[in-house]
């Protein structure tokens, strides 16, 4: 990438154009494109850790279109216990019942960790070197969601017997077939209508935007999801709350009442009614089992890095058997034991703590439109902390977008560098 080449226009187009890309393969690494099993091992490397590789390609170019790669660590508790996190993790592959599972999702999680800083570093760079720039992370995050979506509304059209799942005794279609879980799926609509709401602030393209946003409703009300309906209509009276345009707060209103009944019959009136609803699909007796009976045999330290049991699920007389908790906490406790449990409950108080003490509204309120669904799903699927999944990777980006900022302290060479490739625009911050 020749950037001494590009105009400044040329440079935003082309850099707004490679992080979108980027952002939207990432993604697509988690999906499973293909039942051949040997294929999609293959295509997930590819595209999870091409992209990492890209991504620091993107930063250097970024550094030397004139930027400089300093940085500071704020909230340091938050990102300080995620990393313990993960090197508890690690130790555990001494005790875990399946060693090569372990292994396998813990370097999953280390290498979307890495991706997560080289992307946000990148994000940081831009925010201080290039504000003109008008790249914004929240517009990449939800135009690379509604790419994504894109795919599924059209195979929904082309090939509904892949894109749909059948549930409730084949009773019921659900948008995602084998290629993701359906509560995933609403939870990346939902993350994506989010991200949308941010545009609307900005009063730009409004017509294209609320477009987006209700294919991306559309997408979440054909997962039938009851988690990501709650979190959409959650997302929508959060933003209401704190926008000052009238007009736009009576639309938001208007949209959430209007979604109001869809979702209580979405919540209430499905097969197994309210019963099933009350024992949130029998997910509470799986979970009181999993505390009572297997917990207690490996109480302090658990069974290992993204395990469960001794055997590959977990059995209970009254329940089903599963191979992973279906609640990102309960999972940690029953990997982790309540060592791993106590170092992650306060690594998420940190982490709302820096959500809350973040300087700049946008910012602040970015963080938590974006925590919402995540923070939801986490609780009846796989979640923040739970086997590897977007939900991971959204987490550590939030948690490094608190704790990254431009060291305002730059060494000479640092101030060369930038004399040399910006001398009429230095930001005002870094001049000499």
Not at 174 to 193: A, D, K, S, V
Not at 272 to 298: H, Q
Request: net charge positive; proline share 2%.
């Amino acid at each position: 990438m020749k950037s001494k080449t590009l105009t400044n226009e040329q440079f935003y187009k082309r850099l707004y154009v490679v992080l979108l890309l980027i952002f939207f393969v990432k993604l697509s690494g988690y999906f499973t494109w293909s039942e051949n099993v040997g294929l999609t091992r293959v295509l997930k490397v590819l595209t999870r850790v091409g992209m990492t590789v890209t991504i620091w390609f993107v930063y250097r170019w970024i550094v030397r279109r004139g930027a400089v790669a300093a940085f500071s660590w704020g909230n340091k508790y938050s990102i300080g216990l995620y990393i313990g996190y993960l090197l508890l993790g690690l130790i555990s592959f001494l005790w875990s019942t399946d060693v090569g599972y372990s292994a396998l999702q813990w370097f999953m999680d280390f290498e979307s960790l890495v991706f997560a800083y080289f992307f946000m570093a990148c994000f940081v760079m831009i925010d201080t070197y290039f504000p003109e720039s008008g790249i914004r992370l929240s517009n990449i995050l939800a135009n690379g969601i509604f790419m994504m979506m894109l795919i599924f509304l059209v195979g929904m059209f082309a090939a509904p017997d892949k894109f749909y799942r059948m549930t409730h005794g084949g009773e019921e279609a659900r948008l995602g077939g084998f290629f993701m879980n359906p509560n995933e799926l609403g939870m990346l609509g939902g993350l994506g209508i989010s991200c949308f709401i941010f545009d609307l602030y900005k009063r730009k393209r409004m017509v294209w935007v609320i477009i987006k946003i209700l294919a991306l409703l559309w997408v979440v009300v054909l997962t039938g999801s009851r988690s990501s309906t709650i979190g959409c209509l959650i997302i929508a009276f959060f933003h209401i709350r704190q926008g000052n345009n009238k007009k736009l707060q009576w639309f938001m209103y208007a949209g959430a009442m209007a979604a109001v009944p869809l979702a209580v019959t979405k919540i209430m009136i499905k097969e197994g009614g309210l019963d099933e609803v009350l024992s949130m699909t029998g997910r509470l007796p799986f979970w009181k089992a999993l505390i009572t009976e297997g917990l207690p045999r490996e109480i302090l330290f658990g069974f290992g890095f993204m395990r469960i049991d001794y055997k590959d699920t977990f059995e209970s007389v009254h329940t089903y058997a599963g191979h992973m908790t279906h609640n990102t906490f309960i999972q940690v406790l029953m990997n982790l034991g309540f060592v791993g449990f106590t170092l992650v409950l306060a690594q998420v108080i940190f982490t709302f703590y820096g959500f809350a003490t973040t300087k700049e509204k946008e910012k602040r309120l970015m963080l938590t439109g974006i925590i919402i669904p995540v923070l939801i799903n986490s609780f009846t699927e796989f979640g923040i902390f739970g086997e590897t999944n977007y939900g991971i990777l959204f987490y550590q980006l939030l948690v490094l977008y608190i704790s990254i900022s431009i060291n305002q302290r730059l060494t000479p060479a640092e101030r060369r560098h930038l004399q040399r490739t910006r001398p009429n625009d230095l930001p005002e911050q870094t001049k000499v």
